[in-house]
């Protein structure tokens, strides 16, 4: 089998596309899987280390820009679909997978036009601009959400949960390191997230009473990697502080709660290792998904969420003492989250894709 994936831009898009690789590559020794993306995406700086090989094209999003840069975008759509076209014809693939990202839609598009079977996966509850396009040409529809279904045909649409690499899916449920301390992960997604870097710092002073009881893993995302670790030095506090963590698995299986913005792919991730989390969904994501996101998660007693508008150091502190106190309540949630994890998403993509491809 010879299969594309394409897309990226973010880990919520790559992680899926990888995890569906993965499961190809386990089935098939032989299968050979490419990824089309950005130079400016993270699959650019993270596909060569996981093993797969990156062709790049020139495309840009047009949504919610400025004249001069939604021109530039039009103008590069001809360009992109060329590229794609390119790639595809040299590799000459059994099928086209987009995962999200501006270098899903020329990619899909083009292979749809070169009659090659196609399918997209949508993480969100609410389906971006993209996919809702894509949706008309492609064979298959992957969603993780019931709601996603609603917005595409119902003879393509597969409720299938989002694809976690198998690393996740190997994880054991509640299964925890021992130790003396509790241990904190945050992440703000790849790019980290000011506003939780920022109530999380605040926090500190109020935590000084719990300090060795507590250590902290922090992917804060480049801009700000080196103040907040000052910051945590200033304040004594155990903590190990990353722009980026590049092995997250190894960071989920250690940590007893983890604080983070409300991606599909972090709750997959979450749900898949079976962990206890407070949420605070980024407020400007698309059709508000995030926020939806969360509260399935909040709703099912697997989550505390916190919004944006309400986020400060004092709130943060105060939900995170009262979970610390209460042991029996992370035990429940992280019962809960284990509850939501599907680790056989990948799996189900792949059997469908392989009828396509037969």
């Known amino acids: 089998m010879r299969v594309i994936i394409a897309g990226g831009g973010t880990g919520g898009h790559l992680f899926p596309g990888i995890a569906i690789a993965e499961e190809f590559l386990k089935r098939d020794g032989k299968a050979q899987v490419i990824f089309i993306g950005t130079k400016r995406g993270i699959e650019s700086k993270l596909l060569g280390a996981q093993g797969f090989e990156l062709k790049t094209i020139d495309v840009e999003g047009l949504k919610g820009r400025g004249i001069r840069a939604l021109a530039k975008g039009i103008y590069q759509v001809p360009k992109s679909m060329w590229q794609s076209r390119c790639i595809i ?42 996919n809702k396009i894509l949706g008309k040409f492609v064979d298959k529809i992957f969603v993780t959400y019931k709601q996603a279904a609603e917005y595409f045909a119902s003879d393509k649409v597969i409720v299938s949960g989002n694809p976690v690499r198998a690393a996740f899916a190997s994880l054991v449920p509640t299964d925890r390191q021992k ?119 909040a709703d099912a007693q697997a989550a505390i969420v916190i919004h944006e508008h309400e986020l400060a150091g004092g709130k943060l502190n105060e939900v995170i003492d009262d979970l610390l106190k209460d042991e029996k309540k992370i035990r429940k949630m992280e019962k809960e989250s284990a509850k939501l994890g599907n680790i056989k998403a990948a799996a189900e993509i792949v059997d469908i894709c392989v009828k396509l491809i037969a």
Request: proline residues 5%; aromatic residues 6%.
């Open 89 to 130: 014809k040299s590799f000459k693939p059994d099928i086209v997978i987009g995962v999200g990202g501006y270098a899903s839609g020329p990619a899909v598009v083009t292979a749809h036009l070169m009659r090659i079977p196609t399918a997209i996966a949508e993480q969100n509850a609410v389906p971006g601009v993209t």
């Open 179 to 297: 130790k003396d301390y509790w241990q904190l992960l945050v992440f703000g997604g790849s790019q980290g997230a000011e506003a939780i870097n920022k109530a999380v710092t605040d926090m500190l002073p109020r935590l000084q009473t719990m300090r060795k009881k507590i250590h902290i893993i922090h992917q804060t995302g480049t801009r700000q990697a080196d103040v907040i670790k000052r910051i945590y030095e200033k304040y004594s506090m155990a903590a190990t502080v990353l722009p980026f963590i590049v092995d997250m698995v190894k960071a989920y299986k250690s940590a007893d709660l983890i604080i983070c913005r409300a991606g599909a792919t972090s709750l997959a991730e979450i749900t898949a290792a079976g962990k206890a989390a407070i949420l605070i969904p980024y407020p400007w994501a698309a059709n508000d998904h995030q926020t939806k996101n969360a509260q399935a998660m």
